[in-house]
């Protein structure tokens, strides 16, 4: 069965950086565009970021793009989120998705990000 684990959120202060983890199984990640989406409190979902199964492609929402840098690792089967500067408007549960033909077919369970002071 397709499993997605998030790890890394936590409490982080405005300017801090957090790195974001997904572990993935049950089936073949690096067949697999992979996406983050995040949801704010009391907002709808934002898609965040994607990359292509070789990893050299990459793209980002506007509002992130210079501050965050989304890779994987094939051989570990782990998709990453670095996030750096990080803002209090980035407080949001964060996800991890795939991608199969164009729908995003399977989700984690999320990971909290929270930046206050």
């Known amino acids: 069965q397709v499993q997605l684990v998030e790890s890394g959120g936590g409490l982080v202060q405005p300017g801090g950086s957090l790195r974001l983890s997904c572990a993935a199984s049950g089936f073949t990640f690096s067949s697999s565009w992979m996406h983050w989406v995040r949801q704010a409190p009391g907002k709808g979902f934002e898609w965040v970021s994607q990359i292509n199964p070789g990893g050299d492609t990459t793209y980002y929402l506007d509002s992130v793009k210079g501050r965050f840098t989304v890779s994987r690792d094939n051989a570990k089967n782990t998709l990453y989120l670095l996030m750096n500067s990080l803002k209090p408007e980035d407080t949001a549960l964060y996800y991890c998705?795939?991608?199969?033909?164009?729908?995003?077919?399977?989700w984690g369970q999320g990971t909290q990000v929270t930046v206050s002071s």
């Open positions: 998705v795939r991608d199969t033909w164009f729908r995003y077919d399977y």
